[in-house]
């Protein structure tokens, strides 16, 4: 598949996302700013990247997700959890970034501060029926089968 991406912002250009090994779902995107940012705890900024994406095939869409070492050991989350990126959006991509820590943190110009997958989507058309062939669960949810 081909993606086709626009460099916002020159500072990118050397550092272009890419996928780290042959087996990478994610490509890190990068905070783009000229100073570092300070995130104080429970803050929350909107973060630029420099870069847009124009997927154009409905059949596809690229989801922002955070880093785990981020996420795990300093708390560094996405304001919206995770960032959906519709296939006709054409601005930039931007990190909500969260820390839901105890601890400020310093986010660095150009730190890799999330990573965006692209992902297939299926765009149903709804038949609208009284009832639903019967299954075994049926309508047992939420813990229904038990802990263990
Ligand atoms: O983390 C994110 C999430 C979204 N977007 C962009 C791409 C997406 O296609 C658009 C709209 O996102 P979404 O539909 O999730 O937000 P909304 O609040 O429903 O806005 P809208 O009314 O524009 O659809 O914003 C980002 O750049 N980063
Ligand atoms: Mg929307």
């Known amino acids: 598949m ?3 991406i626009k460099i916002l912002d020159p500072k990118i250009r050397e550092k272009m996302p890419s996928y780290a090994s042959l087996g ?3 490509l890190d995107l990068r905070a783009v700013m000229d100073e570092p940012l ?14 847009a994406i124009y997927i154009g095939d409905p059949g596809y869409a690229a989801l922002i997700l955070p880093r785990s070492g981020l996420g795990h050991k300093h708390g560094i989350v996405l ?6 990126i519709d296939s006709d959006y054409q601005g930039e991509l931007m990190v909500s970034c969260w820390n839901r820590s105890q601890t400020p943190f310093t986010i660095e110009p150009m730190e890799r501060i999330a990573q965006l997958v692209i992902v297939p989507v299926v765009q149903p058309t709804f038949e609208v029926v009284d009832e639903f062939v019967a299954t075994e669960r049926g309508t047992d949810g939420f813990g229904s089968s038990g802990r263990h």
């Open 24 to 26: 990478s779902a994610g």
């Open 2 to 4: 081909k993606l086709q």
């Open 79 to 84: 304001g919206n959890l995770v960032g959906l």
């Open 38 to 51: 300070v995130l104080q705890p429970g803050e929350t900024k909107l973060i630029k990247t420099g870069l």
